[in-house]
């Protein structure tokens, strides 16, 4: 069974910095495109960013661009998505997921296997 662990989140103050994990178990991610995805309270679920298996990523929210990127470690069977310069508005619970697909998309409905989410917090 995919499953997928979210890891990495927490309270931070504006300005500040997290990255964040995506560990698979139960299979390896290598084969997979990886979706970084968020929802704030009241909100829908949004994609971030995504990387294909070969290693592309693509940014799905303009608000992250030059401040969030994503990267994959295979050998670690992990994804991460490192967060600088944090800002209130970056406040959800963000989730990672699965296709299989070899190009990425932004649409959460294209993506399955998800985790359970990690819950990023930024205020002063």
């Known amino acids: 069974q995919l499953q997928l662990v979210e890891s990495g989140g927490g309270s931070v103050q504006p300005g500040g910095s997290l990255r964040l994990s995506c560990a698979a178990s139960g299979f390896t991610l290598d084969v997979y495109t990886i979706g970084w995805f968020r929802q704030a309270p009241g909100k829908e679920r949004e994609g971030v960013l995504c990387i294909n298996r070969g290693g592309r990523a693509t940014n799905y929210a303009d608000s992250v661009k030059g401040r969030f990127t994503i990267s994959r470690d295979n050998a670690k069977n992990t994804v991460y998505l490192q967060m600088n310069m944090l800002k209130a508005e970056d406040t959800a619970v963000y989730y990672c997921?699965?296709?299989?697909?070899?190009?990425?998309?932004?649409?959460?409905?294209?993506?399955?296997?998800w985790g359970q989410g990690t819950q990023v917090t930024v205020s002063s």
């Open positions: 997921a699965v296709r299989t697909s070899f190009f990425c998309s932004g649409a959460p409905a294209d993506f399955r296997s």
